[in-house]
């Protein structure tokens, strides 16, 4: 993901382009493995002002979530090389990898209560793959951002490193697995993904409720615009 001027947010046309290369990954029987990286400062910021604020008034439907059920329903590992910062929705990609690898530079954080509305993109149940479910509601109640090195000790990320060793580190995985038959990664995938999937499913429907609640809110709309973090 290299949108640096638009720093990775998850606009209506940045999630058309990524789900298109997704699906062209999904599709190639040659590929074993996927590496979702961003930028070396910001992997993804979650969605632009301009799409919360059009969400607010329901001039649009959250199409952001689609993200999320792709990488969890591709057939091939997903490795989530996360050296830049991972804000509300964009720390939920990386939550839907198979393994993911955070920078100790870098901050990680839910931040949708900071604009007065609840969180979206299945993360309410994704933190608790890679965290306490205690440190889960403590990030989504607060909002506050984490550095990575901060949560080294108290979370279950499989690898939280210097930001020069994230890259790095991924791509050394990806070939460990890649030497692997395509056909028995796809299965192994099938059966690791498929709590997280069925608990995803279920968590979709409860937030699109909980959404329901808190964005149809004019003040919902004014705390977007100001506690937006640009």
């Known amino acids: 993901m290299q949108d640096v001027a638009g720093k990775n947010a998850l606009s209506p046309h940045f999630v058309e382009r990524l789900t298109e290369v997704i699906r062209e990954v999904a599709t190639n029987e040659k590929i074993k493995i996927l590496i979702l990286s961003g930028t070396s400062e910001i992997f993804c910021s979650g969605a632009d002002l301009d799409t919360l604020v059009r969400l ?17 329903d591709i057939q091939i590992p997903v490795v989530a090389a996360m050296e830049g910062h991972a804000i509300g929705g964009g720390l939920a990609l990386g939550l839907c990898a198979d393994i993911a690898i955070l920078a100790e530079e870098s901050r990680y954080g839910c931040s949708f209560m900071n604009m007065g509305f609840t969180p979206g993109m299945g993360i309410t149940k994704l933190m608790e793959h890679y965290m306490s479910p205690a ?28 930001k020069v060793e994230v890259l790095e580190k991924a791509n050394i995985l990806a070939e460990a697995i890649a030497e692997k038959p395509r056909k028995s990664l796809s299965v ?27 964005f149809n809110e004019e003040e919902i709309l004014k705390t977007i615009q100001e506690n937006y973090v640009k």
Do not use: W
């Open 188 to 214: 192994l995938k099938r059966y690791q993904s498929m709590a997280r999937r069925k608990m995803f499913e279920e968590t979709y429907s409860i937030e699109t409720m909980m959404h329901e609640l808190t």
């Open 56 to 72: 607010c008034k329901k001039e649009i439907l959250p199409v952001d979530i689609i993200l999320s059920k792709m990488l969890l």
């Open 135 to 162: 440190i889960a509601q403590e990030m989504q109640y607060t909002g506050n951002f984490y550095s990575g090195k901060s949560l080294i000790g108290k979370t279950n990320f499989n690898y939280i490193l210097p």
